[in-house]
């Protein structure tokens, strides 16, 4: 989708929605918002959330750090599963609600984007600055040496030690990867870092594992900056992004939630929206342009 295609959305039914839309549109006037966004922006574009509208896990636990670097046979699974999910996850692009926030961002309505998601559509966007709070897939990361590099470059590896593993019909999963049979995911040859043949890893937080101290403070500074915070397509259930909704409380900054579904921090919002993320953000960028 371009970045045209937000000045004509499809609009939000209802009056209630349209009423609520009002109230963020009027929180987005005073500019210098920081948004926080999660996965519900994201399943516009193909990218299947963990929980939903009830808030219920769709899928097993992810794998965790402790998993993934405790053992060759867990990492063989993660890659061959990864490695399956990984062309149909590269395939999605922005949708209406990640082309209105940068619509929103230049206009200025929008200061700064935090986002937890590590499919990196804010960037595709247009909205390079975004922090990318757990990290991204489009990158890997040694264990060893720290070198990071493309996964497109351990994508093209990866084919070649494994040629005619990839199946059609995969079934893409919230963290990019797909479902396997085990006698699949035993077969499979893992690369090694291409410098000193150590671990690789993508550079995204695991469950399990920290977001790195100085990103945390970066955002901690972005949200003491602004005028308010608006959370988009987040249950907040996980503490990194909740605790920057309990920071702008803290400091009185009203914060307004637009999420299908409940989250942990309605009970701090100012503004609580449920509607689709990408109709409700592209008639709020629509009405604010309008002013």
Partial sequence: MEASDASAPERPAGSAGLAGLAGLVGLLERRGAVVLSGAGLSTESG?????????????????????FTGGEAARRRYWARSH???????????NAGHHAVELLRRSGHIGAVITQNVDGLHHAAGTREAVELHGGLDRV???????????????????????????PGAELRPDGDARLPQELVDGFRVAPCADCGGVLKPDVVFFGEN??????????????????????????????GLRFVRRAARARLPVAIVNQGATRGDDLAALRLDLPLGPALAETARLLAAH
């Fill in 141 to 167: 990361v040694c264990l060893d040496c720290r070198r990071t590099s493309s996964r497109a470059e351990l994508d093209g590896r990866l084919e070649e030690l494994n040629r005619g593993f990839r199946r």
């Fill in 211 to 240: 977001v790195p101290a100085a990103r945390v403070e970066r955002c901690y500074e972005l949200v003491d900056a602004a005028g308010s915070l608006v959370v988009l397509g987040s249950s907040l259930t996980v503490l990194s």
């Fill in 47 to 67: 990218i299947p959330d963990y929980r939903g509208a009830t808030g219920l896990r769709r899928t097993g636990t992810p794998m965790t750090y402790q998993e």
């Fill in 84 to 94: 399956t999910g990984w062309p149909l996850f590269a395939r999605a692009r922005p």
